[in-house]
């Protein structure tokens, strides 16, 4: 079975940063694109960053120059630092990656961790 498990989330004061972890486990056979996604009570899940597997990147226009996200292909893992951060970026940030086991790829989610941004 495949899971995806976040971890680094937290309780950071405004200007602060938080790095979080994403890490796959199971039998794969190969990973495409990887990414974070954040959600706030009432609202849609929204996209923060996406990196491909050849290292390309995207990031959502209110977290660039903030975010970076990263991965290490050879640990099946995403990260995502989060620098000077704010009470906007207050939300559960769930990671999901493009999976093939067997012969389809499909996303997977992990079950999320809260990043809290408040003085």
């Known amino acids: 079975q495949v899971q995806l498990v976040e971890s680094g989330g937290g309780l950071v004061q405004p200007g602060g940063s938080l790095r979080l972890s994403c890490a796959v486990s199971?039998?794969?056979?190969?990973?495409?694109?990887m990414g974070w996604y954040r959600q706030t009570p009432g609202k849609e899940r929204e996209l923060v960053a996406r990196i491909s597997s050849d290292g390309s990147t995207n990031h959502a226009d209110s977290v660039k120059g903030r975010f970076t996200i990263s991965r290490d292909i050879t640990k099946n893992a995403v990260y995502l630092q989060m620098n000077s951060l704010n009470v906007d970026d207050t939300a559960v940030y769930y990671c999901?990656?493009?999976?093939?086991?067997?012969?389809?790829?499909?996303?997977?989610w992990g079950q999320g961790t809260q990043v809290t941004v408040s003085s």
């Open positions: 999901n990656a493009d999976i093939r086991r067997n012969y389809f790829y499909r996303i997977y």
């Open positions: 199971g039998s794969i056979s190969s990973i495409r694109d």
